[in-house]
């Protein structure tokens, strides 16, 4: 047996070598190592410890053997200290040295990085640069500046090192610890060549990020990213399905480089960015990583001087604001948004800082002033020919109506907003305008009518992964299905409707729990 951290291909082209790939080990796993190395005892001592100290190794067993020699070494230190040694941000490896260059983590690292050649070299220091140890291809290539290429075949050569791993086909991930020794590796680089390689990084998120929001519900209030620089580019998005993928896909890197972003003189990258992944955000009931995304943002804007990055964000940290039912707090960033897009000039900023207000008022259950906002938003994006604002906010305006028991008018202005969506190609407002019609009917006692439309926004909320709105539309449906007597079908809808909102943490979920419980 022969074991190796690069992946030996010449052994396996020339003697047919039987290769087994081994990957971390599990929690459990390195828990029972440290045990057998520290002793059950002093583990049972300090409960949770063993656990932090697994993460802190990332679960790679040359570290976890540092960390029980130096355990064992110190019988007096408690592992919960050790554990935020390890844990205390820039320290990792020299927390992790022994001095012993055949079991230092540092050494053992740079015995793999002397043996790369020039190129497999500079990429490994360029993603220390990342906020992330997971990266698509296409991000590499925009971090190096360099074409899919070359970029795969110097990826390539950090997988046989094994400093880098692919976990499915086109992305790649580095090792927490090997993040570490990289970050250390990237202070090599000259500064200029830092500042560039992060500003490729950033394009490439920023243009294909604003790309996918486009495809995914076109806006009333764009934003104007500057053209990518030199070697950076957007990844190429077909449609709404792909857009939605990429944002699955990317959206815990895309907050964790936000956050780089904002502490790191990238103001301006990180509220577009932002501003990108709120929809995604909002539709996926992300709403905590939402509100702390855009309160680091406007501070970042703040501090920038950037009062356009600050209207974008209190508007956007306002709607977070009103999903997690912080009212207040809402109206008051509403407010300075509405005040800063007036001192702008950007009357489609204002006009969808009104329509969010509506919003806002309308789960204070206050609807004749949200009524009274969207149709001032409605006038606004009438006189600025933003069809799609139009479009959209013509249905917030059904919606309130039909909230104040104007159910025929609702139909009308709900109607005229369903064909204009469409035409827009507004999927996210097509599905919440046939939840509005559904609720119109519903109260004009045509129960079937309403059963069907809220059947096929149902359908499209889940296409698109629209938890929140999926949720909504069911405990709709329930009422619908109760009202003709279909107590299999309420159940069952409340059901799945209270699955959602329990999963995602909702304040609501006891609600229809109980009514879930009173349909039995």
């Keep these: 047996m022969v074991t190796s951290r690069s992946r030996l291909a010449g052994l396996v082209v020339a003697h047919g070598a039987q290769v087994l790939n081994l990957s971390l080990l599990s929690t459990d796993e390195a828990v029972e190592l440290l045990a057998a190395r520290i002793g059950q005892p002093r583990l049972h001592a300090e409960p949770g410890a063993a656990a932090q100290l697994a993460g802190a190794c990332a679960r790679l067993p040359l570290a976890l053997s540092i960390v029980a020699c130096r355990a064992a070494l110190q019988p007096a230190l408690p592992l919960g200290e050790l554990a935020a040694e390890l844990c205390g941000g820039s320290g990792e490896l020299d927390a992790l040295r022994t001095g012993d260059g055949s079991t230092d983590l540092r050494a053992v690292f740079s015995w793999s990085f002397r043996a790369l050649d020039a190129d497999a070299a500079r990429l490994l220091r360029l993603l220390g640069l990342t906020a992330s140890g997971d990266i698509g291809v296409r991000a590499v290539a925009c971090l190096a500046g360099t074409g899919a290429g ?94 939605a993928a990429w944002f699955d896909a990317e959206h815990p890197v895309l907050l964790a480089e936000i956050r780089r972003a904002a502490d790191g003189g990238f103001g301006r990258h990180a509220w577009q960015l932002a501003w990108a992944l709120s929809g995604y955000l909002d539709r996926r009931a992300h709403w905590p990583e939402w509100h702390e995304t855009q309160e680091l943002v406007l501070q970042a804007a703040t501090r920038d001087g950037d009062l356009t990055g600050q209207a974008h964000a209190h508007r956007d940290l306002a709607r977070a604001c009103s999903r997690l039912g912080r009212h207040d707090e809402s109206y008051g960033h509403l407010k300075q948004a509405l005040d800063d897009f007036t001192d702008l000039g950007d009357r489609d900023g204002l006009a969808q800082t009104l329509l969010n207000l509506g919003q806002s008022l309308e789960r204070s259950a206050r609807h004749r002033e949200a009524l009274e906002q969207s149709r001032r938003a409605l006038e606004l994006f009438t006189a600025s020919g933003n069809t799609a604002g139009q479009a959209y906010t013509l249905n917030a305006v059904g919606w309130q109506l039909g909230l104040l028991g104007e159910y025929r008018e609702a139909v009308s202005h709900c109607e005229r907003a369903l064909d204009r969506l469409r035409r827009v190609g507004d999927s996210q407002g097509v599905a919440d305008t046939l939840d509005s019609l559904g609720y119109a009917h519903h109260h004009l006692g045509e129960f079937t009518t309403a059963v069907t439309y809220y059947g096929r926004a149902l359908a499209m909320f889940r296409e698109a992964g629209n938890r929140f709105g999926a949720a909504s539309t069911l405990q709709n449906l329930a009422d619908s299905h109760a009202a003709l007597g279909d107590g299999a079908a309420e159940r069952d809808a409340l059901h799945e409707a209270w699955t959602i909102l329990d999963r995602v943490g909702h304040d609501h979920a006891h609600l229809v729990r109980a009514r879930l419980d009173g349909a039995a």
């Design 150 to 243: 070359p970029t795969g075949r110097v990826l390539a050569e950090l997988v046989d090192a094994g400093l880098l791993s692919e976990p499915r086909p086109g992305r790649y991930a580095l090792h927490d610890l090997v993040r570490a020794y990289a970050a250390e590796l990237a202070r090599d680089l000259d500064s200029s060549e830092r500042q560039r390689a992060r500003h490729r990084l950033l394009d490439h998120y920023l243009h294909t990020a604003h790309r996918a929001a486009v495809l995914l519900h076109p806006p009333f209030c764009d934003i104007a990213p500057a053209p990518p620089v030199p070697g950076a580019a957007a990844a190429e998005l077909a449609d709404g399905g792909a857009a």
